[in-house]
């Protein structure tokens, strides 16, 4: 099965009072070794959302075979300036299974 976690994110004013350059760097500071760590267990992809929703700014999915890899990812992410400074607040988790109704009719026959 494929789990994929959706990280809803709102930016906070420390983070969007940075130069965009200074952001970007700090991303890949902190994020790189992460998933450095993770490489071939765990995908993340990220989506822009502030245009669209006063929910959350930003939007992280993770894509893995075992959720134990997105509970690593969230620990590291946990530990880092990201949250810790904070530039970031996690509004939400989704987790979901791709396609797990698929996996249900050929477990069960259905």
Same mark, same amino acid.
């Given at each position: 099965?494929?789990?994929? #976690? #959706?990280?809803?994110?709102?930016?906070?004013?420390?983070?969007?009072?940075?130069?965009?350059?200074?952001?970007? =760097?700090?991303?890949?500071?902190?994020?790189?070794?992460?998933?450095?760590?993770?490489?071939?267990?765990?995908?993340?992809?990220?989506?822009?959302?502030?245009?669209?929703?006063?929910?959350?700014?930003?939007?992280?999915?993770?894509?893995?075979?075992?959720?134990?890899?997105?509970?690593?990812?969230?620990?590291?992410?946990?530990?880092?300036?990201?949250?810790?400074?904070?530039?970031?607040?996690?509004?939400?988790?989704?987790?979901?299974?791709?396609?797990?109704?698929?996996?249900?009719?050929? =477990?069960?026959?259905?």
């Amino acid at each position: 099965m494929n789990y994929v #976690f #959706f990280i809803l994110l709102r930016a906070t004013p420390a983070w969007l009072s940075l130069p965009r350059a200074r952001r970007r =760097a700090l991303a890949d500071e902190h994020l790189g070794p992460i998933l450095q760590r993770l490489e071939g267990q765990l995908q993340m992809r990220f989506f822009d959302a502030e245009a669209f929703t006063a929910q959350c700014s930003d939007v992280v999915m993770t894509q893995t075979a075992d959720p134990q890899h997105h509970y690593f990812f969230m620990e590291g992410l946990r530990d880092s300036p990201l949250i810790t400074q904070p530039y970031f607040d996690v509004v939400h988790i989704i987790p979901a299974i791709e396609e797990g109704y698929k996996a249900y009719e050929e =477990a069960t026959g259905a």
